[in-house]
C-alpha cells in the first residue's frame, strides 16, 4: 500500500480546495504573518500565472514566495542572481520558499596552490 502525502494531517485534495487564509493556519507564524500581511504584487502576479497555466514554464525573481497548494505540479524558473534554477514543485516543498530550493552561492571548491602563492612555492628545484 503506497503512502500517501499529508502535509499537518491534510491530503493534497484537501490542502488544494483550501483557500490561502485557511492553509495559513497550517503554516508556522512567520509564514502566517507574512501571508496575513498579504502578498505582493509579484507574487500576486506569479500565482495568478500559474493558475492561468499550471503545465507552462514560469520564471520569476520571487524568491521570498512561500510554496502554496495551488502551485504543486508547477514548473518554475527561480532567479539566483546569474542563472535560471528549474524548480518542479512537489507536494514536500510547501510551506518553504522558492529561494529555498535555489542556491545563490556555490560551494567552494579548493585546490592546491599556484606558483607564487607562498613563499615556499618561489623555490624551483634545478634538477
Known amino acids: 500500500m503506497p503512502k500517501i502525502f499529508t502535509y499537518r494531517g491534510k491530503s493534497v485534495e484537501q490542502l488544494k480546495q483550501m483557500s490561502i487564509e485557511e492553509f495559513s493556519r497550517l503554516l508556522t507564524s512567520r509564514d502566517r504573518r507574512a501571508i496575513k500581511r498579504g502578498l505582493t504584487l509579484p ?3 506569479l500565482l ?7 503545465s507552462d514554464f514560469h520564471k520569476t525573481h520571487v524568491r521570498e514566495m512561500i510554496i502554496l497548494p495551488q502551485m504543486i505540479g508547477s514548473k518554475i524558473g527561480v532567479y539566483t ?5 528549474q524548480l518542479n514543485v512537489t507536494a514536500d516543498m510547501m ?3 522558492l529561494g529555498d530550493f535555489a542556491p545563490v552561492n556555490k560551494r567552494v571548491k579548493h585546490s592546491s596552490p599556484g606558483v607564487g602563492a607562498t613563499r615556499g612555492s618561489k623555490h624551483i628545484p634545478l634538477k
Do not use: A, L, M, S
Open 43 to 45: 507574487q500576486k502576479k
Open 48 to 54: 495568478e500565472d500559474i493558475k492561468k497555466n499550471p
Open 81 to 85: 542572481g546569474k542563472d535560471w534554477v
Open 95 to 97: 510551506g518553504f520558499r
